[in-house]
T-cell receptor, first 118, second 110 residues
Framework: EVQLVESGGGLVQPGGSLRLSCAVS????????MAWVRQAPGKGLEWVAN????????GYVASVKGRFTISRDNAKNSLFLQLNSLRVEDTAVYYC???????????WGLGTLITVSP | QSALTQPASVSGSPGQSITISCTGS?????????VSWYQQHPGRAPKLLIS???KRPSGVSNRFSGSKSGNTASLTISGLQAEDEADYYC??????????FGGGTKVTVL
């Protein structure tokens, strides 16, 4: 059974940091790009970042460049997102998704909520 | 990376067909045949409905179809059913491994 399970969300103050994890099972993790997509409360989806199969290429939406870092551990079938210098506007549910290429997200986790508040 | 433009809401009666538009630019929708559509029910994760403009993944009803003309992509739901009431999002490849979503469309079945 395919599973993507995010963890690491929570309440953090502005300027703080968090590290999200996504544990993957049910497919060959090391053969796929992976991505993080977020959704602010009551708002739409926003692509945040993605990473190539071997971690050699990464992409970020402009609003998080320099603050967020995507990484992966293929030996542990895990995807990560390090979030630094968090802002109130980063409050969202963060989804881990499999990116089969060209921004085609065919598998999604259930998401983990990050709330940035004083 | 500006968000793609979708109507905020679309409604229809059971059995009818509705179409949701998704307008981008020559940097995304108009430049790549890599537009995907997602369905999201409240409190649930998004589900891939259409990829590469018009391709349906296995298991997705053939009542969902996609097309594209210029900078605008469209999702058509035919034979509208109560279970189709959800939010729908388009997404386009925008180059340099980046993606851009639309703002979302709430579909209401009257």
């Amino acid at each position: 059974e395919v599973q993507l399970v995010e963890s690491g969300g929570g309440l953090v103050q502005p300027g703080g940091s968090l590290r999200l994890s996504c544990a993957v099972s049910g497919f060959t993790f090391s053969s796929f790009w992976m991505a993080w997509v977020r959704q602010a409360p009551g708002k739409g989806l926003e692509w945040v970042a993605n990473i190539k199969e071997d971690g050699s290429e990464k992409g970020y939406v402009a609003s998080v460049k320099g603050r967020f870092t995507i990484s992966r551990d293929n030996a542990k079938n895990s995807l990560f997102l390090q979030l630094n210098s968090l802002r109130v506007e980063d409050t969202a549910v963060y989804y881990c998704a499999r990116d089969t290429g060209w921004s085609r997200f065919d598998l999604w986790g259930l998401g983990t909520l990050i709330t940035v508040s004083p | 990376q500006s968000a793609l433009t979708q109507p905020a809401s679309v409604s229809g009666s059971p059995g009818q067909s509705i179409t949701i538009s998704c307008t981008g630019s020559s940097r995304d929708v108009g430049n790549y045949n890599f537009v995907s559509w997602y369905q999201q029910h409240p409190g649930r994760a998004p589900k891939l409905l259409i990829s590469e403009v018009h391709k349906r993944p296995s298991g997705v009803s053939n009542r969902f179809s996609g097309s594209k003309s210029g900078n605008t992509a469209s999702l058509t739901i035919s034979g509208l059913q109560a279970e189709d009431e959800a939010d729908y999002y388009c997404c386009s490849y925008a180059g340099d491994h980046a993606g851009v979503f639309g703002g979302g469309t709430k579909v209401t079945v009257l």
